[in-house]
C-alpha cells in the first residue's frame, strides 16, 4: 500500500478522497458527460465497428488476441474500408491503424490472428502496425518442449484497450465472436478524451516498440536496435521495456500536473477563472471536470507493479461501513488480496463464475478440469471465511446464465452510508496471480461525484449482481461441485498457471 496523502497542497482538503492516486500515475479531470457505460456484448460490437469506421486520425487496438470468425473478419472489412476511405479522401491516408497482441495466442492454430490481418499489412503497409508481444519469460529449453497452447500459461500480453481519435473504450473483453455475442463482460467508453487517448496510444506504442513486428510474409522481426525478448538478454530486455512503460507514465503525469496547477493555481487568488478565460476566447470552454480517471499499470516482468499498489491501498484504506463489490471471471485471488479482504472492516460482495459459466467449462483434455480447480479454490476459500466467521461481512455470489459465460472483472467501492459507488475500477486485471506476476495488465480507476454517472455505474453493478445466487456450504454438496481427487492435489501445484 502506498502513502495516501493529497498530492497538492494548493487544492482544498477532502477535494476527493483519491487524489492520492495521481502520486503514482496520470490524472485526468473530465466531465462525467463524456463517460458512457455499456451493457451488453452486442453493444460493445456496433460500437467497435461505429468507431472504426468514423475514425480519421487513428485506431489503436490492444487485446490477447484476434479471433478467426465472420464477426472478426467483419472488424477487420472495418479497418480496411475506413484505410480505404482514408486514402482516396486524401491521396496520401492520414488514418494510422496499430494493433498489439499477444504472440502465443495471436500464432495459436493456422488460421490465427496473424493471417487474419496479413492482408491490411499487405494492402496498407505504410498506415498499419502488427505487434505481437513475447513475454521474456518464455525462452530456452522452455519455449522448445512447452506445446502450444500450454506456453500461454507462462505470460501475456492481457491489455484490453480500443481506442479511435480520441475515444476510448476499456474492457475485459477480446476481440473474438464469444465477446461479441454471449460472453458477459465490462466495458466503459470515454468520449472525447484527447489526453487519454494519448496516453493509451503512447503506452500500445511502447508495448509494440519492444514486441516483436508482424511482416507481411507471416514472418516476425524485431525494431533495429532492439532487444530480442527470448533470444536476448533477458534482463536488459526488462530493463528497457520498463524505461519505455515508466516514460511514458511518468511524463503524462508530468504533464497533467502542469495542467492541473495551469487549471486551477495559476492566479495568486488561486481561481481557475484565468484558464477558463484562455479556452473561452478559443471558443472551447470546457466544464469543471466532476469524474477523475487514473490509468493504472500492472507488468511485474517489467519491474511495474502500480495496480496491485493501488489496488491494495484501496483494500487497506475501505473503512467500515464501506461496500466493495469486486467481480472476476476467474477467482484465483492473490494471498495478499485474500488476506486483506478477510482482514479488513468493509463489506464485501464477491462476483464469480459458476462452473457452468466458466470459459473452460468442457474444454477438451486438461483445461476441462479448470472449472473444478476454481471450485475448489472457492471452497477453500469460503471455508476460510467461515472459519474467520465472516460471512454476514464477506459474500461470495456465483453468475449464472443459461447459454452464457462469464469475464467481468472490476469493482464498484460505496463509501459507508451511500447508496451508490463513487469509485470503479475497469479493466483486464482478474486480481489473480496471473494478473500481478505474469501477464501486462491495465485498467482504469474512474472516480466520480456525479450522481448521474454513479448511478450508471450503480445499475451496470446491480445487472450483472442479479444473475448470481449467494455462495452456501450447500453450494459444495451439489454433485455439479464434486472435485476428483487429482484435481485438488494439483491445484496447489497449478494456481499460478491460470
Known sequence: PVITAPPCSLCPEGAHRFQWIRNLVPEFGISSSHVKVLSSPAEFYELLKVQIKTAKQRVVMASLYLGTGLLEQELVDCLEEALEKSLQAKGSSDLRVSILLDFTRGSRGRKNSRTMLIPLLQRFPKQVRVSLFHTPNLRGLLRLLIPERFNETIGLQHIKVYLFDDNVILSGANLSDLY?????DRYVLLQDSPEIADFFTELVDAIGDVSLQLQQD??????????????GDKMAYCEIANQRVME????????????????????????PLLSQQDSQASGDLKPEPDTWIYPLIQMKPFGIQIDEMVTETLLTEAERGARIYLTTGYFNLTQAYMDLILGTRAEYRILLASPEVNGFFGAKGVAGAIP???????????????????????????????????????LWLYLAGSNLPCLTLIGSPNFGYRSVHRDLEAQVAIVTENKTLQQQLHQEQEQLYLCSGVVSSSTFEQPNRY??????????LIKNFF
Open 180 to 184: 461479441f455475442t454471449n460472453r458477459q
Open 248 to 271: 511514458v507514465i511518468n511524463s503524462a503525469r508530468t504533464r497533467q500536473e502542469l495542467l492541473h496547477a495551469k487549471t486551477f493555481h495559476s492566479s495568486q487568488e488561486g481561481s
Open 372 to 410: 473444478a480447480a476454481y471450485v475448489y479454490i472457492e471452497h477453500q476459500f469460503y471455508g476460510e471465511v467461515c472459519c474467520l466467521h465472516q460471512q454476514e461481512r464477506v459474500q461470495l455470489q456465483e453468475y449464472f446464465r443459461t447459454g452464457w459465460t462469464f469475464h467481468a472483472k472490476g
Open 218 to 231: 507471416d514472418t516476425v522481426q524485431m525494431m533495429e536496435g532492439m532487444v530480442h525478448p527470448y533470444q
Open 483 to 492: 472435485v476428483k481427487l487429482w484435481v485438488k492435489l494439483v491445484t496447489p
